[in-house]
């Protein structure tokens, strides 16, 4: 509810508002001409009369020289022709201008200084850094992944199963990517404006969609530079596998590229119409799965059939057909949806966008700390996800014995549908990627490891529960180290069924019988290295039993950065090691090897890595004050030497 509040002069009448000559309207406006009427003394009756009864002839109130006017806005949402107010021009005439132009420009002004501000308070000495670092390790990253790649041509009836499966196998990756966006859209996204800007300007009397337009361009640009990017880099990693085409590596780059910017693009737009629309969740999870099941069901199915979203995989393919009349209608198609969605922009839900504000600003702080068990409890909160409040199936009682195994059976039973489901689609996403890997694509393995590390961290809720707590955690009787590992049990146990749908899919993607027992030869210790990354990475955040004071004394300062580095980048190269076995697979099939006894030898060793992780979970709390009370010993030992 906001207020007006002008000078006395301003207005006299409310008779008068709408007119632009009417001087007794604009009496004491900053700028008039000196020739104007308000000198001349006309309309200055009906003025005086107000200030000296205190009260307006529209029923304002005058204080000290102000006079109050109602509210303009009863809503929150700005009327055009609230109120008029004017600015004088060149030549002396006041123009009538609406207060909602006003703050438009106002808001225009506003980002104008802060961006100002903003450069001004840049180091930009840091920022070429940040960039200079950041095009090294992405471009190093590249070309390390592109030397991988080069490892095997596709040649001959690969090469036509490629081609041909390209636009269903892209198409449905958009289809999933549209599906998260529309589920973003039903839970407040994509969105996420600063908090003054909810609290302060969308309160404003001016339009939403004059505020929210601008950020989502902002967030559609984003995701396209993103999409573009990746889609770049992955047909350049294609182009090293298919030499016998005449293309250009740039042709190849440009055409990943637009294909990669739309795919991002889609997510955003599903979730800005999805808001806009004020679509229900249930219809919104309805029309995404419907969308899904099509493409699916062409990828699998008869590929004869066109998918809703073939036409990007066929972008990415231009590179043999050259460019497509249907394809460009396609993108026009997109490109007018993106328009829409902007234009709805100002149909954004103010409640949505507050709450989604403070949770983003703190997800931000969290990754800031590498706090990645704060971001997963945000990332939840973000999308509504709740545990059940009756469990899937009651826990028998002789799988209740032990109480800490008892408490994390039930604490499984309480995931909501949406997690489990999530869960089970990454993981056979990952076997996707582990199926690659097999047929030569070795980078693969990295998302596949990081994939089912994604997975390993819902499955070990119950242990981050413990960690989260550990205050609790001490008072109990019993040694924490030997606490968390009982924790182990249970996810280890919650990963069956998702290995079992692990190993579906492997088969659906390669219709052999040896696919099944190769499947849970690389499956069991894959599924239970993203376990053991996941461990690592909760039971890091637990208390350290010799105090945090002294943490960064076991290095250097000038190796302390590094170290940050390393123990974030640990658990999740756990996860990825544990995909190994598969490449020992893939190059055993390839030399004419021992297949099955290579395969075995790789699990067996990982599963053994595995093992030391476990110990280490036991041994945390020993290890710690060991390596303490070594280097304080090691130090006094220096001292009296010297």
Known sequence: MFAEVQTAEHRAGSDQADNPDSAGSYLGQPGAGPGHSLFKGEGREGDDSARQSGKGQDGTKQLDGFLIHPPILSCGRANPQAHMVSLPLNSGRLEPVSSQALGIDALHAMRTERRKHRVADMDWFEALYRVYISAFLGGGAILFLSGLAGDKQILGSDLRNMVANTPHAVGLVASII????LRSGAN?????VEEPEVRHVLLAPIPHSAVLRHPAVQRLRTFAFMGAIAGATANQLLSRRVTSSAAPLLEWALWGAIAGALMAMLFVIAALLIHGLGISRWLTTALGTAL??????????????AGPFDFIGSISRWWLYGVQLQDVVAIVV?????????YLAGNLSLEALSRRSALVSQMKFAVTLQDIRTVVLLRRQLSQEHMR??????VPRIFRRDIIVGRGLRSLMHFPWRRIVRMKLLTMTAAAALVM??????????????L???VGLDAVEPLSQEVDQPDRTDSLPIERGLLMTKHLIVPAIAMIPFLFAGVFTAFVLEPRVSTIAYGFLVGIPAVLAGVAG??????????????????????????SGMGTVLRAAFPPAISIIGCLPVIALHHSVESGGPVLGNTIRGSVGILLVLGLVAGWVRQRDAIHIWFRNAQKSAQSSKAEGN
């Open 389 to 394: 409040v009756k469990p899937w199936i009651k």
């Open 178 to 181: 549209v599906f998260l966006g």
């Open 334 to 342: 997109v490109l007018a949806f993106a328009a829409l969605a902007v």
């Open 534 to 559: 996941a461990s690592i990475n909760a039971v890091k955040g637990a208390p350290d039993p010799v105090g945090g004071a002294n943490e960064g004394l076991a290095l250097p300062p000038e190796m």
């Open 437 to 450: 890997a097999y047929r030569g694509t070795s980078p693969a393995i990295v998302v596949a490891g990081l």
């Open 452 to 454: 089912l590390f994604i």
């Open 188 to 192: 407040g996204g994509p969105i996420a």
């Open 292 to 305: 899904v099941g099509w493409q699916v069901a062409v990828t699998f199915g008869d590929t004869h059939t």
